[in-house]
Each structure stands twice: as structure tokens, then as C-alpha cells.
């Protein structure tokens, strides 16, 4: 008798752990608390990385924190490898993730998204003088250095090139620059980015893809609430010229369509 109890208090504690939340818990526990916990890389210029003082900055840093501004609270970044920051969310680590996080119907199926608060396209970087990569199709058998579990990890992977794993952008492009990798496929703002303070490096875009991919803060799913006023967040962020600012700091230019 004793077991069968134990067994249905176990069972009882296991629905209440996987409960939804309430509407507007979320929310309300943010402003509780007057911090809104985000989760971010550290390692990927220019959006999300640490400056010669080692302090945090970037364009999602910036972006996170004036979003924080709207609703009336601060930004608290915790910091983590790619391959698990989405995962923090199902653990609480943390209220959203801001890092270029691509808007996936994958994704979404999970998680919930805030509209798209920047666009980029991928592209296909190689060492110059890489006459072989001309184009995505020509990565087949290739050695492409990407972040395993991201948009553009899966980019390459479905071009048939074999994986070399990295932690981000930066080491990625420096396995191409060694020769440790024949190309990279990453992000066209980070690559002009990475450009314009090393105009030197021997690399270049050798192809475009067509499409633009936006990205979205990512929060856990079923707090409509939460997600509103995030949306109404970056609507008066753009409104009041606070993105525009942002924007022209890290790119010269507005990157929100």
C-alpha cells in the first residue's frame, strides 16, 4: 500500500514539475524581481562579446538591455556555450535567450518567439585564394568549421560537407584562416563585422544565399504575456530611435528588415 502511495505522490510531483505556467507568471516574476535574465554566447562579435576591459557588450547586448529598460527592469546576462544555451531555458537558467537566434518552425514548435528584431543571410567563407568553393553545392566532401546545432551548421551539413565543431564565429574563421577547415558558413553581418577590424585577413565571401533569416528573443512556450510585451518592447525601442542607435553603432546601418 505503502508503494502505491509513493508511486502517486511521485506521479503527482512529476505533472506539477511539467505543468504550463500561468498567464503572465512569467512576466509577473520579471518585474517581481526587476531582472530579466538572458541567455547569451559571450563569444560571437558582433552581437554578443567581451571588449578589451572584458566587459560584455554587442548588438544583442544592447538590444537585451533596452528591452530590459522597457519593461521597467534590469538585464541580467548569463553566459553559455551554443550548443546549450537553448536548452537553459527548459532549466530556468534564464527568462529569454537574445543570440541571433534564427526563427525556426522546429523552434517554434518548443519555444516561443518575440517578432524579429534583426535579418541577416548566410554565407559561405573561404580562404582567399580558395579557387574549389565557389558556391553551398561545392562544400560537398568538404571540411566546413560551424557551431554543431545552428542554422548554419545545418546549412552545411545538408551540402554534404563534414562538421568541424567550434564554440562560434570567431573560431570558425580562424580554422579556415589555418587551414583547418576549407570554408565556413555563418552570418553576413558578423563577417563584415570581422572585416572591418581585421581589413587584412585572408578571407572572403565566396557565396550568398538568397534568402534573408531573421531572428527573435526566444522564451519558453506559453506565456503570451511575456511574449506581448517583449514585441511592445522592441516597437518602442525602434520608435524612440533606441534600435536605430544600436544599429548604427555595430553596422552603420538599420538591420531590421
Known amino acids: 500500500m505503502r508503494f502505491i502511495k509513493t508511486i502517486a505522490v511521485a506521479a503527482a510531483l512529476q505533472t506539477l514539475a511539467f505543468a504550463p505556467t500561468f498567464a503572465g507568471e512569467n512576466l509577473d516574476a520579471i518585474k517581481a524581481a526587476g531582472v530579466f535574465k ?3 554566447e559571450g563569444t560571437y562579435a558582433p552581437f554578443t562579446f567581451h ?4 566587459k560584455l557588450v554587442g548588438f544583442d547586448v544592447e538590444i537585451g538591455e533596452a528591452v530590459a529598460a522597457k519593461l521597467g527592469v534590469k538585464a541580467e546576462f548569463v553566459e553559455g556555450k551554443w550548443d546549450g544555451l537553448i536548452a ?8 529569454a535567450v537574445i543570440n541571433q537566434v534564427g526563427i525556426t518552425e522546429a523552434r517554434k514548435e518548443k519555444y516561443d518567439f518575440s517578432d524579429p528584431y534583426i535579418v541577416s543571410k548566410a554565407v559561405l567563407v573561404v580562404k582567399e585564394g580558395n579557387e574549389d568553393i565557389k558556391s553551398f553545392e561545392d562544400l560537398r566532401g568538404k571540411k566546413s568549421a ?3 546545432s545552428s542554422n548554419f551548421g545545418k546549412i552545411a551539413e545538408a551540402a554534404g560537407a563534414e562538421l568541424v565543431g567550434t564554440d562560434g ?18 552570418d553576413s553581418l558578423s563577417f563584415l563585422d570581422f572585416k572591418k ?3 587584412d585577413a585572408p578571407v572572403k565571401i565566396a557565396a550568398e544565399k538568397a534568402e534573408a533569416d531573421a531572428s527573435g528573443i526566444i522564451v519558453r512556450k506559453g506565456d503570451a504575456e511575456l511574449v506581448t510585451a517583449i514585441n511592445q518592447a522592441l516597437t518602442d525601442i525602434k520608435a524612440d530611435g533606441t534600435y536605430k542607435a544600436i544599429a548604427d553603432k555595430y553596422f552603420g546601418q538599420d538591420v531590421s528588415k
Open 51 to 54: 571588449d578589451a576591459s572584458n
Open 88 to 95: 537553459g531555458l527548459d532549466a530556468n537558467r534564464y527568462d
Open 38 to 40: 538572458i541567455g547569451t
Open 197 to 199: 577590424q581585421k581589413p
Open 169 to 186: 564565429f570567431d573560431q570558425s574563421i580562424q580554422l579556415v584562416l589555418t587551414g583547418r577547415a576549407d570554408a565556413t558558413i555563418n
Open 146 to 148: 560551424q557551431s554543431l
